[in-house]
């Protein structure tokens, strides 16, 4: 056990040497943001501040990620997020997207039944009925102490008055700028005064997006599902080919959903249950890898990785097998997938020593026979001082969604349609799926993989932690959950961990470039196909050290995330 812990410890130390230098972790008993944008991080901490609680918190720093990271933060998008009460009860609200109620099973195959791929990357066709703003308000609702009005205002004041844009937020606009050409509401949104490119020190202010908060804040929810922002969406819609009317807004439901649960090795696992994928698939994974201990195998060894891998096959055909929303497709056998006896009978067929066919597992789900996942998915990580605990994990699918700004009212739409299976009943080796749990049908919530996610132990949390990364989402929260419960590693090391990804199919692995590349090596030898990667993720995440001291781990994979506490915001002239 001694020898393992001193190689564990080689390994973090050499990942370490090669890696930007860990800072010191901000640490709090007064509560924690830890999110991807300082400003927005800034303004969960002014709730916590002003006496709110770990939802207030939360609300606050959407809606400020709505402005100041407008790749991923949203109100014109969906999320997840789960709440742990000091007592330890879980709730999970589900503001996923829903398809439009005009929209059908085949609405993005050419004349030829092929997937056009362009009809989910941008534009108006793209995007699925918004839910953040009708989620923020249900966990509110629930949980709130603070009023909504207060907690949407740093988002008013951002937007209003301007921030001031970081260089990772100035090569994303410059970016996206490219592909909003041909929607002038966006280039007048997002655009430099002048056609100019954004940089570093520069400031952004959003007018339109202001007055949208602002009737949010004064209105409620209701301006944005009945009222004139909703009239702004249904004529920009109406206008240029997109489906989403006013009854469509009028209709969207946040849901309040049961979390799902696990074990692993005395800790208690929660998640987001369907439509997520994440919450069933990382619980099942960590089952099939339980009894077979890999901390003897040590961390980062090719037999340790093959094993994680392998689990990861194995889940990832399940996900293409069974998961969609639970609305629609009731089938969905959650509690069996869930089981460590399922566990048992799944992960019977893994090799110690060679990779299984992934075509062969899945034989009856294929027909014959990579995406790059886009960065633009957020989560964050927040604690408050009764020890209240917020995982949430927010999307507009791609990098600023449907790059569509809405005319009038100044925010971002979702492309989040490309999450449904669009081809249905086709599955290939590629990696399109064509299951009919997550086919296209009207008012049907496009499956996910966000896995916002709470471990605790003895009734205490331990860890609160999601990523985005589209698929790869629940390789980076099993990576992270695995270093603290097997490997007994700080929030810090288990973040800093490199990550992999094997999703089924395409039956290849996904490995970040950190990994020791004598694991890689080895893990090719045992036939593994390798493709490396940059990074994977961007995990926000609070870990509790064993003397109940809150640490707040910012993933430094992304330049501009922070932690920030009620006394330390990232940026004291945020404090109000
Ligand atoms: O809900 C999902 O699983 C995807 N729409 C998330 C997309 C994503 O994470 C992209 N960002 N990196």
């Given at each position: 056990m001694k020898v393992r812990l001193i190689a564990a410890a080689a390994v973090l130390a050499g990942l370490a040497a090669t890696h930007a230098p860990q800072e010191r972790d901000v640490r709090s008993h007064e509560g924690l943001v830890v999110c991807a944008s300082g400003p927005a991080c800034d303004a969960g901490a002014s709730a916590l501040a002003a006496g709110g609680n770990a939802v207030d918190a939360a609300v606050a720093t959407a809606f400020a990620l709505a402005v100041t990271y407008p790749a991923a933060g949203n109100i014109g998008g969906g999320g997840f997020m789960i709440v742990r009460t000091p007592s330890g009860e879980v709730t999970a609200f589900d503001y996923r997207e829903k398809a439009p109620l005009a929209a059908t099973p085949t609405m993005y195959l050419d004349a030829e039944g092929a997937i056009d791929d362009r009809l989910t990357a941008?534009?108006?066709?793209?995007?699925?009925?918004?839910?953040t703003v009708r989620g923020l308000e249900a966990a509110h609702r629930a949980f709130g102490k603070r009023p909504w009005r207060e907690l949407v205002m740093p988002a008013i004041r951002l937007a209003e008055e301007g921030f001031t844009v970081s260089a990772a937020l100035a090569r994303s606009l410059n970016s996206a700028l490219l592909t909003m050409a041909p929607f002038p509401a966006s280039v007048a949104a997002y655009g430099k005064a002048g056609g100019a490119e954004w940089a570093a020190g520069d400031r952004l202010v959003l007018t339109d997006l202001a007055r949208t908060l602002r009737a949010i804040a004064d209105d409620g929810p209701d301006a944005f599902y009945r009222g004139w922002i909703a009239d702004r969406v249904a004529e920009d819609m109406r206008e240029n080919g997109g489906l989403i009317t006013r009854e469509d807004l009028a209709a969207y439901e946040a849901k309040v959903r049961t979390p799902v649960r696990g074990t692993y090795r005395g800790f208690d696992i929660v998640s987001m249950p369907p439509p997520s994928s994440g919450g069933v698939a990382l619980i099942q994974m960590l089952n099939m890898l339980e009894p077979l201990d890999l901390q003897a195998k040590g961390l980062l060894t090719p037999a340790a990785l093959h094993l994680q891998a392998e689990a990861m096959r194995r889940a990832f055909l399940d996900r293409a097998r069974h998961l969609g929303d639970p609305d629609f497709a009731t089938s969905i056998p959650v509690d069996r997938l869930l089981s460590k006896a399922y566990a048992a009978e799944a992960g019977a067929s893994i090799r110690a020593d060679a990779p299984s066919d992934s075509a062969v597992l899945g034989r009856d789900l294929l027909q014959a026979g990579n995406a790059r996942e886009p960065d633009a998915t957020t989560h964050y990580s927040i604690v408050d001082r009764d020890g209240m605990a917020v995982a949430t994990t927010t999307t507009l699918e791609g990098s600023f969604g449907s790059h569509v700004v809405v005319k009038g009212a100044g925010f971002l739409l979702n492309n989040e349609m490309g999450d449904f299976n669009r081809r249905p009943g086709y599955t290939d080796t590629t990696g399109p799926i064509g299951t009919a749990a997550n086919v296209i049908a009207p008012g049907k919530r496009m499956l996910s993989s966000m896995t916002p996610t709470i471990v605790a132990r003895d009734g205490r949390v331990v860890l609160v932690t999601g990523s985005p990364g589209g698929r790869t989402i629940i390789n980076t929260v099993l990576t992270i959950v695995l270093g603290v419960t097997e490997y007994g590693l700080t929030g810090r090391e288990a973040v800093a961990l490199p990550r992999m990804h094997h999703q089924?199919?395409?039956?290849r692995l996904a490995i970040e470039e950190r990994m020791p590349a004598a694991a890689v090596s080895a893990l090719r030898g045992m036939g593994h196909e390798i493709r490396t990667v940059a990074r994977q993720g961007d995990a926000h995440s609070v870990w509790i050290d064993a003397d109940g001291t809150p640490h707040g781990v910012r993933?430094?994979?992304?330049?501009?995330s922070r932690a920030a506490t009620p006394r330390e915001l990232t940026s004291p002239s945020q404090r109000r």
């Open positions: 941008s534009g108006h066709l793209a995007a699925g009925v918004p839910g089924w199919m395409p039956d993933d430094e994979r992304s330049e501009d």
